[in-house]
């Protein structure tokens, strides 16, 4: 059974979410500061961190900068009622392997959890609009074609996510295995982690994120 | 010299460490460089005494101000390593000795070298020193008049006269002594001297007084200012949300508590992020948003709404929003899904719509007269915009639609 951490400064709703996934999880711990977070993630090694985004002290952006310094194989889920790009974008730019909005049904927060436990990506459909957004079409000056441009797969691939379609849909729609689709997310996730288009650093310093 | 027991301070007037952390040039109590202030804040003492340290070095053959300027050029500024705010401690008495009797050995060590010159420095440091500590006290006082309901006034006051009593006997001895030795202020006319006396003593005496009422003014206007904010803040909130919230405790259908959530969030969201106030849609995004917004608090729905780029709204774009609404509020009504997908794409060329619902679908041949009529007068709509709809739904599978207009 995958292990999980939960971080939450809202006590209500990290109890809710304990609730809702104590069945098809194993809950070893959770923090509702920054500091707890990471010396229990640390300490526990949980399979995946569902982290919020807003906290009073440094945020979730903070958790997870600090445990992935040294321990860089933890996976993290971003949770948050934000759907604010710069939030999105500064969670994943710091490792976050996905992210998803609060109001996500139980069990579709059940199944990115399964996601990020396996080395998946998990993209929402606004995730997917914002590096469609990013990744325009418009050629940046000097792009590194490796990571800063979206193959054409890799862009239906987020069409179809950003239209509201499960990946397993998205792989029938397409003509391809679930796993491709998989495989897909996982590069898009890395481009977005490592690609110094203008458009991601943009948002990243007009909103102070970096 | 130097105060033995500061009173507490207003919260504004920051303290830094004392005795300890990196001197720096300070930034927000600066004359010339901020380096009196900067000494003052590591030490913990007025900057006032520092200021008159200066001063008084400069009398000695300008050692002050050669003192001023190599401090410019070694003290880093503040910016460059943040100020570290600790709380306010003042130097203890041993060490407001020790700085006293420094100083003092400074002054008789820089006397013995031969950079002294004039029988009036001493006379004149007396003098320098008396005003800063009437000065320093009385502006205190007037700082400290504004928490006096804190604090009622006690034996610290008391304490605070007598030091007044103590700097202006300083000054007048100082200044006798300075006038008397002076030759030529004798020749310019006792009642030029009795002037420019009265005038110095009236500027160091009240001047505190009066800075501290103009400060009184800003922050009275500061608070005002605040307070019309949070009422303007409270206002809104009551409005709003407190009206959702009483909204959902009177409800008992989950769905439309979760509508009546998702609604006032939106509302929220906008007035706090978006200050102007969009109320008229000027691009397709904002269209969108307002199309899912009406659907989601008229059917009890949500929906999602995905926008990659966005492009103005015009006669070219209003048409395919006005029957995306339409086609949104269809399937909010009908497919039974529990939430609508909406993904836009503007580029260069095209403007195009899907909305996707997971809801129970329909053959498109052969359905109900009502919904024909709405999916053909979105698909008339569009073509008669020069657009076009394609509609692709199965029974079960849930519904497509796809909008698409081109740029002319």
């Not at chain 2, 005038?199 to 019309?228: K, V």
């Amino acid at each position: 059974m995958t292990t999980i951490f939960l971080v939450d400064d809202h006590e209500l709703f990290l109890s809710g979410v304990r609730a809702e996934l104590s069945e098809r999880f194993d809950v070893c711990g959770w923090s509702t500061d920054v500091d707890g977070a990471v010396d229990g993630i640390r300490k526990l090694r949980p399979g995946v961190v569902l982290v919020d985004v807003h906290m009073p002290g440094g945020g979730g952006l903070s958790v997870v900068t600090n445990v992935l310094q040294t321990n860089p194989d933890i996976r993290f889920l971003a949770l948050s009622v934000s759907d604010a790009p710069e939030d999105v974008i500064a969670m994943i730019r710091a490792g976050a392997r996905g992210y998803v909005t609060k109001s996500i049904e139980p069990d579709a927060l059940a199944d990115a959890i399964e996601r990020i436990a396996a080395g998946d990506a998990v993209f929402s459909p606004k995730l997917a609009g914002f590096v469609l957004d990013a990744f325009s079409d418009t050629v940046p000056v000097e792009a590194d074609p490796e990571l800063d441009r979206l193959t054409p797969r890799e862009r239906e691939v987020l069409r179809q996510i950003a239209r509201g379609y499960a990946y397993k849909q998205v792989a029938n729609r397409l003509s391809i295995s679930v796993k491709t689709v998989e495989t897909h997310v996982s590069a898009v996730l890395r481009k977005l982690q490592l690609s110094n288009r203008h458009e991601l650093a943009r948002w990243a310093t007009e909103r102070r994120i970096v | 010299m130097i105060i033995e027991d500061t009173p507490s301070q207003d919260a504004s007037t920051e303290r830094f460490h004392v005795f300890g952390g990196r001197l720096t040039r300070s930034t927000h109590d600066r004359i010339v460089a901020g380096l009196a202030g900067g000494i003052a804040a590591r030490l913990g003492i007025p900057t006032v005494f520092v200021r008159a340290a200066f001063a008084t070095l400069t009398l000695a053959g300008g050692f002050g101000i050669i003192c001023y300027l190599a401090g410019w050029l070694t003290v880093p500024d503040e910016t460059q390593y943040g100020s570290l705010i600790v709380a306010d401690h003042p130097p203890t008495t041993p060490q407001q000795v020790g700085l006293s009797l420094g100083f003092l050995a400074l002054l008789v060590l820089l006397d013995g070298v031969g950079l002294w010159f004039g029988p009036m420095v001493w006379p004149a440091a007396l003098f320098i020193f008396g005003a800063a500590l009437v000065w320093e006290r009385a502006s205190t006082e007037s700082r400290d008049r504004m928490s006096r309901f804190a604090k009622p006034a006690g034996r610290g006051a008391t304490r605070s006269r007598s030091q007044i009593i103590a700097g202006v006997t300083l000054m007048v001895v100082g200044l006798v002594v300075v006038l008397a030795s002076l030759d030529s202020f004798q020749s310019l006319g006792p009642v030029a001297v009795a002037i420019l006396v009265t005038a110095a003593g009236f500027m160091l005496l009240f001047g505190p007084w009066m800075l501290g009422l103009f400060q009184d003014l800003t922050d009275e206007r500061r608070a005002r200012i605040r307070s019309e904010e949070r009422a303007d803040m409270a206002a809104h909130l009551h409005d709003s949300v407190l009206q959702t919230l009483a909204l959902i405790q009177r409800s008992d259908d989950p769905q439309r508590m979760t509508t009546l959530a998702r609604a006032q969030e939106r509302d929220l969201r906008t007035w706090l992020f978006d200050p102007v106030g969009t109320t008229n849609s000027s691009t397709v995004g904002e269209a969108f948003s307002s199309a899912a917004a009406k659907v989601e608090t008229g059917f009890d729905v949500p929906v999602e709404v995905v926008v990659v780029g966005d492009r103005p709204l015009d006669e070219a774009t209003e048409p395919l929003v006005a029957s995306a609404a339409e086609a949104i509020a269809n399937a909010a009504e009908h497919s039974g899904a529990k939430i609508v997908s909406v993904y836009v794409e503007c580029s260069e060329d095209a403007v195009e719509a899907w909305i996707t619902d997971q809801g129970s679908g329909f053959d498109p041949g052969e359905v109900s007269e009502q919904r024909k009529g709405i999916s053909q007068s979105i698909i008339a709509r569009m073509s008669r915009a020069g657009g076009e709809a394609r509609v692709v739904s199965q029974p079960g599978e849930g519904t497509e639609i796809h909008l698409r207009s081109e740029s002319q």
